[in-house]
């Protein structure tokens, strides 16, 4: 290593007397420190306030805090976008705060995505006002699943800030909004935090929750200025702007001062004896050598968030990092702990005040650290694979050098076996010089906004000027048509008997919920939605629930019902499903030369055909066969056509297409969430060397959400990017004949077989070349 720092220092002394860095090591680069810009308190801010926040540390604001007070104190809706630990909080408190000092009716909302956040943000408001008598009437109040009903009653009649999230808003503040008169009567203003966090399905059942939010304020004479807050978010005011339907302003000018931080990209080696499906090589996982760093880095004394993508992963990296510490500083055992949702309040309090006294010097969790918690004082951050987008990476990266002396960091991303991971480890500007992604949002799905349409005739009656501006004129003939809707004199009204908010999962499902339940206690471990049941809770189907394995005996969707017992195997499961395509509608359409790139509407008939149990070493214990019905999703997808002259002129001979193709598809899916804000769970694909709706060789990577989510569109907008990158990742890839860091799949049907890289590598290099010269194409 040639640069010293911080960050390169610690991890020389951490890995000192091993070879490991010289082979996994692919990558290091340093981020300079930035110093402070100050501004003056706006002066419309209440003495006794400034008072309060010069108590509590803060002598000046920083120039971005400023500038987005003074945008929300004259009336516009704000999106403010500057760094981790920027103290974007003090920029909605002081508007809010003067506010609510100043008037003494006004209220204000704030939603948070999780609950862990929303309950740091008032432990950090209460403590800015105890004690000062000018402040006792403000009552800030969390609203959430965990609040006792006593409080809730009292929130609703008292409270002037609410703290919630999207979810409780809609089902437990709209559903009975006339409880709530007198608090929607005066709101002023809304706070949606780490507003980057709502894409996909999410954002856009969040999108028509805050819009309902709106109506329903503005009915009652309110009208609230909202204001968007995100550490990672590309064009944040016209994203905040696709959450509320309407005009912000954006702050990004970040003033706030930054240490020096190291980043250092690591791919584990491949182990030498172990092989994984079809004979392919297997890599040491990301959890085990995430957990080797963070041991490292806990011998070292330095303070370490290690992020791991699921919960069992999680307490596996933990364990491991303990287990390695046992051998080697047993002193430093029991200051190496896990932390993800599910525990306890109590627990999780004792376990973010051990972090933040320092008591804790290695932690394994979830992306439950990764949002704006403060947690201040570490020192390195290690990202065990990477988080699904440039956005999450920067957000976990930031919770190093909070707030330390220097401020200065260590960030280690440890690459998974995926194709998206291989690719940023070797090209390192796709992340650290890439800018955060566009969030991606559809409200207008209509799989989507039927169902809230529903939701808000019922809370108020629907107009015609409301209707046209959410594009739902032919959504809600179609429920008046079902006899869901009726039209009156005021507007259309849900027909009697409808009660449409229980029916919405806003967290991603489309249509009803399975409740999966252990048979041994009765206790209700979770849901999932049924169009993704079969392939999740399957019988036999590896289900974690809170750090604890459940394998799963029966599924009966006529019930609604997945019954599972308590097991901790040594594997764990992906399910096997044929999939056929049927092309609807073709939207938009793209041709150059033998390429031909399309944005279509699918009929997608999935089947679940089996599932494979891996051991967690990475190989395969066997595959299991399972006859479940088959269950059609209309979708969208990105379609591309390659002529067979055009394949064969690339070097790839007729019987090699469909491993090819096969290949290339793989890679594909596992790089959508590059130029889309996905994860490769999200999306699914079909190749095939003859497909009888185009008669071509033809693949598809479509949405795995009923309507669509958006990611094909971006897939589509995005087609020459897109392919290339997925070429660069399987060339960038030391296997031979592939494996699953280049273009096998954990989720397969065909069991990753045929797979063709070398085949996959020249179809992407083709599609890569006809790219630069498409040209738009009638449809019709």
Known sequence: MQIQTFGSELLQRSLAGTDTAASSLTHLAVIGSRAASFADWPRWVPPELVAAFEDDGIVKPWSHQV???????RGNHVALCTGTASGKSLAYQIPILTTLMKDLNSTALYLSPTKALGSD???????????????????????DGDTDVEIRQWARAHSRW??????????????????????????????????????????????????????????????????????????????LSRLIGEPATAVTEDGSPRGERTVALWEPDFLPVVTGENGAPVRRSAG???????????VEGARTLCFQRS??????????????????????????????????????????????????????????????????????VIVGGYPGTVASFWQQAGRAGRQRTSGDSLVVLVARDDPLDTYLVHH?????????ETTVTDPANPYILTPHLLCAAAELPLRDSEIEAWDAVDAVAGLAADGMLKRRKAGWYVAAGVEPHGEVDIRGGIGGQVLIVDTTTSQLLGTVDS???????????LHIHQGASYVVDELDLSEGLALAHPEEPDWTTSARETTDITVTTVAERHRAGPLTVSLVEVDVTHQVIGYLRTLLSGGVLDAVELDMPAQTLHTRAVMYTLTPEALEEAGIEAGRFPGALHAAEHAAIGMLPLVASCDRWDIGGLSTNLHPDTGLPTVFVYDGYMGGAGFADRGF?????????????????????????????????NGNDPLDKAGAHAVLGLLADLADAFTPTPTA
């Open 67 to 73: 500038a987005a007070a003074e945008e929300l104190h």
């Open 162 to 239: 609410i703290f919630t999230n999207p979810d409780m808003l809609h089902i437990g503040i709209l559903s009975g909004h006339t409880r709530w008169r007198h608090f929607f009567r005066h709101l002023r203003y809304v706070v949606i935090d780490e507003c980057h966090h709502y894409r996909g399905v999410f954002g856009s059942h969040t999108a028509l929750v805050l819009r309902r939010l709106l109506r329903i304020a503005r009915s009652v004479g309110a009208d609230p200025i909202v204001i968007g807050v995100s550490a990672t978010i590309a064009e944040p005011a016209e994203a």
């Open 121 to 143: 943000q008032i432990r950090s408001l209460t403590s800015l006002l105890a004690g000062r008598r000018e402040f006792t009437h403000l009552q800030p109040t969390a609203y």
């Open 531 to 541: 169009g993704r049941a079969m392939s999740t809770v399957h019988p036999g189907a």
């Open 311 to 380: 919960r069992r992963g999680v307490e596996l990296t933990a364990r491991q990092a303990r287990q390695l510490l046992a051998q080697t500083a047993p002193d430093l055992v029991d200051r190496v702990a896990a932390y993800r949702a599910g525990y306890l309040a109590d627990d999780r309090r004792r376990l973010e005040r051990a972090i933040s006294e320092g008591e804790l010097i290695g932690v394994a969790t979830t992306n439950a650290l990764e949002l704006g918690v403060d947690i201040s004082g570490l020192d390195a």
């Open 717 to 749: 907008a995005a087609f020459g990017t897109w392919v290339a990158a997925t070429r660069d990742a399987v060339a960038s890839c030391r296997c031979e004949s592939g494996c699953p860091s280049c273009v096998q799949s954990p989720k397969c049907g």
């Open 428 to 436: 390192p500007e796709a992340l650290l010089g890439h800018p955060v």
């Open 288 to 298: 085990a050598e995430s957990a080797r760093l963070l041991a490292d880095f806990v």
